[in-house]
């Protein structure tokens, strides 16, 4: 685990308050553009601010210590509706666009802090925005961005697939294409099991790609980088590696879609199996899916794994058993009888 790779929460604090700092710069420019060129403007928010006072007195003030309205102006208080849309249409009677000084912020929901506010008005849940920034630093880094240049439907080809086969490849690969165009049309996962180079991954990938261009959250993650991660930092035991961790956590529990690709090469021990069966527990409860791929066999997968876990996953996944020689080997031979 390389320390950089569990900085990825503070950068993006850091980004948020740079983006901050360049809205307020900006927003100011604008007020003071706008205060230049557009005088109603001006005019209409210093007597929006004398009204609020002077009902903010009238509200203070002892019945006998009422005074009468200190201008003539009318002054009456408006509701922010009519305040809005009053500041708007002076903005488009000026030729400017009607959110010029409100819109300066990427995200209108957040204003550009990556949080909500609660109840409370504290800003603590995180915003989409925040956890879309996350689903792309953490694909990013587990190399999905580059993958899916090459790993998509488009690049597929069905010529290195024969017989039984193919049989098996075009029955994964039918059900593939159905889920990837309707995601959210009834619940499902996929395991997928069966020699190295069979194109298991190559097929989540696929359907990656056609989830990302829907505006989904995937997240993708080989078994041994991913508890890796959620180990290290458990071990070290630092409040901001757990902070990360727990970010990772969140992101693989509730991403639209998960994939979790070679279980089997992570370590195995206790840690590694409570953790996975949470994960595959929690997102079947959740109904969020998932695709895992393995090259274990099912008799592996029981054995090493619990009863438990073998049951959850063979009764809520749909299992696609993989057949054939190692594509990669044949293409790379390929290339090299080309060569020649
Ligand atoms: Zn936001």
């Given at each position: 685990m390389t320390k950089n790779s569990d900085r990825i929460l503070d950068d993006i604090r850091r980004d948020y308050d740079r983006l901050q700092l360049e809205n307020r710069t900006r927003l100011e420019e604008r007020k003071q553009e706008i205060f230049e060129k557009v005088p109603a403007y001006k005019t209409l928010l210093q007597n929006t601010r004398r009204a609020e006072l002077s009902a903010l007195y009238q509200k203070l003030a002892m019945p006998g210590e009422m005074?009468?309205?200190?201008?003539?102006?009318?002054?009456?208080l408006m509701d922010q509706e009519s305040l809005r849309r009053k500041k708007e249409s002076l903005l488009v009677e000026a030729?400017?666009?009607?959110?010029?000084?409100?819109?300066?912020?990427?995200?209108?929901?957040c204003e550009d802090t990556g949080y909500l506010r609660d109840a409370y008005g504290a800003r603590s849940i995180r915003c989409k925005c925040f956890t879309k920034r996350l689903t792309e630093r953490l694909s990013e880094e587990s190399g999905l961005s580059e993958l899916l240049k090459t790993e998509n439907f488009d690049h597929?080809?069905?010529?290195y697939y024969q017989g039984e086969d193919l049989e098996n490849f075009s029955r994964a690969l039918d059900l593939c294409r159905k889920f990837a165009a309707n995601p959210k049309d009834g619940y499902k996962n996929f395991f997928f099991y069966g020699?190295?180079?069979?194109g298991k991954s190559f097929l989540s990938c696929c359907v990656a790609k056609e989830l990302l261009d829907k505006g989904l959250e995937v997240v993708y993650y080989s078994a041994g980088r991913l508890f890796d991660r959620l180990a290290a930092a458990k071990n070290a035991g630092r409040s901001d590696q757990e902070e990360d961790a727990g970010a990772v956590r969140s992101m693989i529990y509730d991403c639209d879609l998960l994939i979790l690709d070679d279980l089997g090469t992570e370590w195995f021990n206790n840690f590694v199996f409570s953790e996975l069966f949470s994960l595959i527990n929690e997102r079947i409860l959740k109904e969020k899916p998932t695709i895992i791929s393995t090259n274990l066999s099912l008799t592996d997968l029981k054995r090493i794994y619990s009863e438990r876990l073998f049951s959850r996953i063979t009764s809520n996944y749909l299992i696609c058993k993989f057949t054939g020689s190692d594509i990669r080997r044949e293409k790379a031979r390929q290339r090299q009888e080309d060569q020649n």
């Amino acid at each position: 685990m390389t320390k950089n790779s569990d900085r990825i929460l503070d950068d993006i604090r850091r980004d948020y308050d740079r983006l901050q700092l360049e809205n307020r710069t900006r927003l100011e420019e604008r007020k003071q553009e706008i205060f230049e060129k557009v005088p109603a403007y001006k005019t209409l928010l210093q007597n929006t601010r004398r009204a609020e006072l002077s009902a903010l007195y009238q509200k203070l003030a002892m019945p006998g210590e009422m005074q009468e309205g200190g201008s003539d102006d009318e002054e009456t208080l408006m509701d922010q509706e009519s305040l809005r849309r009053k500041k708007e249409s002076l903005l488009v009677e000026a030729g400017y666009p009607a959110d010029y000084l409100s819109g300066v912020w990427q995200c209108r929901d957040c204003e550009d802090t990556g949080y909500l506010r609660d109840a409370y008005g504290a800003r603590s849940i995180r915003c989409k925005c925040f956890t879309k920034r996350l689903t792309e630093r953490l694909s990013e880094e587990s190399g999905l961005s580059e993958l899916l240049k090459t790993e998509n439907f488009d690049h597929l080809s069905l010529e290195y697939y024969q017989g039984e086969d193919l049989e098996n490849f075009s029955r994964a690969l039918d059900l593939c294409r159905k889920f990837a165009a309707n995601p959210k049309d009834g619940y499902k996962n996929f395991f997928f099991y069966g020699n190295i180079g069979t194109g298991k991954s190559f097929l989540s990938c696929c359907v990656a790609k056609e989830l990302l261009d829907k505006g989904l959250e995937v997240v993708y993650y080989s078994a041994g980088r991913l508890f890796d991660r959620l180990a290290a930092a458990k071990n070290a035991g630092r409040s901001d590696q757990e902070e990360d961790a727990g970010a990772v956590r969140s992101m693989i529990y509730d991403c639209d879609l998960l994939i979790l690709d070679d279980l089997g090469t992570e370590w195995f021990n206790n840690f590694v199996f409570s953790e996975l069966f949470s994960l595959i527990n929690e997102r079947i409860l959740k109904e969020k899916p998932t695709i895992i791929s393995t090259n274990l066999s099912l008799t592996d997968l029981k054995r090493i794994y619990s009863e438990r876990l073998f049951s959850r996953i063979t009764s809520n996944y749909l299992i696609c058993k993989f057949t054939g020689s190692d594509i990669r080997r044949e293409k790379a031979r390929q290339r090299q009888e080309d060569q020649n």
